[in-house]
């Protein structure tokens, strides 16, 4: 059983990649910063190298939302089996649908919606969740938001050129910042490795705990930390294949300079906030940089349709898991068959969705979630500036 | 509750990613006054730009640093 947890555990790790850290790497390749090739393999070691760096998040995970060890529940390895089960099952179906859910919620929605089918509303350390993960899940879009729009304007103040004399636009020369891109898209990578990968790590400890073998409250052990760096990494590398596949379906227009700011305010937000153990979803910080740094460009308005489409997918998805993980939890209840039963449905389901996927087109809509964060925002229709960054374009095509 | 903590990202993050935008917009500018052709330039702006985007880099590594727990203990 423990076996079967972990291995689940290590593919909702890499469903996690394959999800989520496309989208750092999605607005270089389109402005032209980065060959795909390069940035993808990129991604994959900074997001394992990410995941070695910080374990706060781990210890959030494994020691706090779900009330562990003697004073508690017992929590046993089947309902995080259950949880699991939530999580991933809801991962691909927003996958599939190109909704840009969050992985992190995916993974409580369905470890709660388990605790509670399987033990009790006890099991749950409310206060906790509500502490570590609902209030930064509200706050961060909206801080990472701010910074970003923030940082966009500053970014086009100062880089702003006007003739001394006649006051005319001088050309803006904002090339630097493709350049700059590189980097900040990296520290996006390096980010969602010290966030997201952290949460396997904390999940795989819980089992550990649960099944005895390791003491409570203890931090991941090192073999946890690498076998969840490798699986994120490895599933960055193959999902961001997806996306060289359909950069060719053009992407909501970011440019560089904003793209900069967005990726900048993303990456600071997730590395404070992962050092202080907040579980915070790396796609949500995400989406509320581009539709923030959309804002800070002249000449934007906000589709309030959309990006309340996007607030929607991002309620839905706790409870949603959380279903999911309430069943699996009562279908484990009822003893081994049960156990089998969940695991080759779920087994089925996930087959079932990878063929889907083959099937369906790939289109920007399902492979680049914070896209849709980008539709939100409506851009002035502008066709100076652009001459480089089309160049760019078409030579990597 | 956990207010302080919250407040301590959203200033974090804010400062520093004001402090990188700051630094290496001013390099991309300054890099764009040095390319211009129309008036002579000193070459010190050129250098001033590459100090800008030098020291947007150490303030990346600084953050860095602050974060990783081996550097820490």
């Known amino acids: 059983?423990?076996?079967?947890?972990?291995?689940?555990?290590?593919?909702?790790?890499?469903?996690?990649?394959?999800?989520?850290?496309?989208?750092?790497?999605?607005?270089?390749?389109?402005?032209?910063?980065?060959?795909?090739?390069?940035?993808?393999?990129?991604?994959?070691?900074?997001?394992?190298?990410?995941?070695?760096?910080?374990?706060?998040?781990?210890?959030?995970?494994?020691?706090?939302?779900?009330?562990?060890?003697?004073?508690?529940?017992?929590?046993?390895?089947?309902?995080?089996?259950?949880?699991?089960?939530?999580?991933?099952?809801?991962?691909?179906?927003?996958?599939?649908?190109?909704?840009?859910?969050?992985?992190?919620?995916?993974?409580?929605?369905?470890?709660?919606?388990?605790?509670?089918?399987?033990?009790?509303?006890s099991a749950v350390n409310f206060e906790t969740l509500m502490q570590k993960v609902i209030l930064p899940a509200v706050f961060a879009p909206l801080i990472a938001g701010l910074v970003a729009y923030l940082c966009t304007r500053l970014a086009y103040s100062l880089t702003s050129r006007h003739d001394p004399e006649t006051g005319d636009k001088l050309t803006q020369k904002r090339g630097g910042f493709r350049t700059g891109q590189i980097f900040t898209s990296s520290l996006v990578a390096l980010a969602h490795g010290t966030n997201d990968a952290q949460k396997t790590m904390g999940i795989i400890t819980l089992v550990l705990i649960a099944a005895g073998t390791q003491e409570a409250g203890t931090g991941p052990q090192f073999w946890v930390i690498s076998a969840c760096a490798l699986a994120i990494a490895i599933g960055t590398y193959s999902?961001?294949?997806?996306?060289?596949?359909?950069?060719?379906?053009?992407?909501?227009?970011?440019?560089?300079?904003?793209?900069?700011?967005?990726?900048?305010?993303?990456?600071?937000?997730?590395?404070?906030?992962?050092?202080?153990?907040?579980?915070?979803?790396?796609?949500?910080?995400?989406?509320?940089?581009?539709?923030?740094?959309?804002?800070?460009?002249?000449?934007?308005?906000?589709?309030?349709?959309?990006?309340?489409?996007?607030?929607?997918?991002?309620?839905?998805?706790?409870?949603?898991?959380?279903?999911?993980?309430?069943?699996?939890?009562?279908?484990?209840?009822?003893?081994?068959?049960?156990?089998?039963?969940?695991?080759?449905?779920?087994?089925?389901?996930?087959?079932?969705?990878?063929?889907?996927?083959r099937k369906s087109s790939v289109g920007s809509h399902n492979a680049v979630e914070v896209e849709s964060a980008g539709q939100a925002v409506r851009f002035r229709k502008k066709k100076s500036m652009k001459s480089k960054g089309t160049k760019a374009k078409g030579t990597q095509s | 509750m956990k207010w302080l903590e919250l407040v301590t990202v959203a200033g974090a993050t804010l400062v520093s990613a004001l402090v990188v935008v700051t630094l290496y917009s001013l390099g991309v500018r300054l890099t764009a006054i040095a390319g211009d052709t129309t008036a002579a330039r000193p070459r010190s702006v050129k250098y001033l730009a590459f100090a800008c985007f030098g020291l947007c880099g150490l303030a990346v590594l600084f953050g860095l640093y602050l974060i990783i727990p081996y550097f820490g203990a």
């Open chain 1, 1 to 121: 059983m423990v076996a079967l947890v972990i291995a689940l555990a290590l593919f909702f790790d890499f469903t996690n990649g394959f999800h989520d850290t496309a989208n750092a790497m999605a607005t270089p390749i389109a402005t032209g910063a980065i060959k795909p090739k390069t940035a993808v393999a990129l991604a994959a070691i900074l997001n394992l190298v990410g995941a070695f760096l910080s374990t706060e998040v781990a210890k959030t995970v494994s020691g706090g939302i779900i009330r562990e060890g003697t004073d508690g529940v017992q929590i046993t390895p089947e309902i995080i089996f259950a949880g699991l089960m939530g999580a991933v099952l809801w991962n691909m179906i927003t996958w599939l649908k190109g909704l840009p859910s969050s992985s992190s919620h995916a993974l409580f929605g369905g470890l709660i919606g388990a605790a509670i089918a399987g033990i009790g509303f």
């Open chain 1, 239 to 357: 999902g961001g294949w997806r996306i060289i596949r359909t950069m060719g379906s053009g992407l909501t227009e970011v440019k560089p300079a904003q793209g900069f700011a967005a990726e900048t305010s993303t990456a600071s937000a997730i590395l404070a906030s992962s050092h202080l153990g907040f579980a915070l979803s790396t796609t949500q910080v995400a989406s509320g940089s581009v539709i923030g740094s959309g804002l800070g460009r002249k000449g934007t308005s906000v589709r309030w349709g959309t990006a309340g489409r996007i607030a929607i997918g991002w309620l839905f998805t706790l409870p949603a898991a959380g279903i999911v993980g309430a069943l699996t939890a009562v279908l484990v209840g009822t003893g081994t068959v049960g156990v089998v039963i969940a695991a080759v449905a779920g087994f089925a389901a996930v087959t079932y969705m990878l063929l889907h996927s």
